[in-house]
């Protein structure tokens, strides 16, 4: 499987939103990850989908990777879609029909992912799989960057592994290369990491130490 390495906007600096999302696009990084949040689903605002737009005007070609943090996602579907993302996920704890709103994403033409809170357990996506193209296994509790990394999250992403072989297992939260390493040995082969890499001076180096450290203990 195919290792990818998605840097989260959320560390950007905001004052150089345009420069920043310019760096993501030429790290040799998969995709970028934007994190939508709506202070009731978690305590914490973020952005909307003007900055999913900007991101598209800045690097057309730079895969979008929406993550909606959000009570109500079912409401946003249609505005994240038209800003230009690429692939869209709703946290099971949401409150809609994540049936439903998977099938609605992928009618969309965007790939549909599930996401599961650290104290979600695993079995809870398990009717989903076959609906999804993804899914995030949260490390930290979401709201805010530069969280540490939860390890009794690991096991989850083995249990999810184990069930689906081939499907794409995405963490967030508190990735480093200590911890994107303790992922892609318990099955994890998508990496987001938000302060980690916009604090590198030099992110192109560290996407790609990330990249081929995690090919090297990825097990499928
Ligand atoms: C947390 C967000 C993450 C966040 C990760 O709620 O979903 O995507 O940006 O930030 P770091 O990598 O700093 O933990
Ligand atoms: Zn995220």
């Given amino acids: 499987m195919k290792i990818q390495i998605l840097p989260s906007l959320l560390a950007a600096d905001f004052g150089n939103l ?3 999302i310019l760096k993501a696009a030429a790290s040799g990084a998969d995709a970028l990850h934007l994190d939508i949040m709506d202070a009731h689903f978690v305590p914490n605002l973020s952005f909307g989908p ?8 800045v690097a057309p070609d730079f895969f979008r990777h929406v993550h909606l943090m959000m009570t109500r996602p079912d409401l946003y579907l249609e505005p994240f879609s038209n800003a230009g993302a690429q692939t869209i996920q709703v946290h ?10 998977l099938s609605r994403i992928r009618a969309m033409g965007i790939r549909a992912a599930v996401v599961l809170n650290p104290e979600t357990p695993a079995e809870r996506i398990f009717p989903y799989l076959k609906e ?6 949260m490390t930290v509790r979401p709201g ?30 508190g990735i480093n290369y200590e911890t994107s390493l303790l992922a892609a040995k318990a099955g ?22 990330m990249r081929s450290a995690c090919e090297a203990v990825f097990k499928n």
Avoid: W
């Fill in 132 to 137: 999804c193209d993804e899914v995030l296994v």
């Fill in 144 to 173: 805010y960057g530069g969280q540490k990394f939860i390890e009794e999250c690991l096991p989850k992403i083995t249990a999810i592994r184990n069930r689906a072989p081939s499907l794409d297992i995405m963490v967030d939260g």
């Fill in 50 to 57: 003007d900055i999913v737009k900007l991101s598209r005007a």
């Fill in 188 to 209: 994890a082969n998508m990496f987001v990491a938000g302060s980690f890499l916009f604090k590198q001076e030099d992110m192109k180096l560290a996407v790609a130490n």
């Fill in 18 to 20: 345009r420069g920043d």
């Fill in 92 to 101: 099971i704890e949401a409150d809609c029909n994540i049936h439903t709103e």
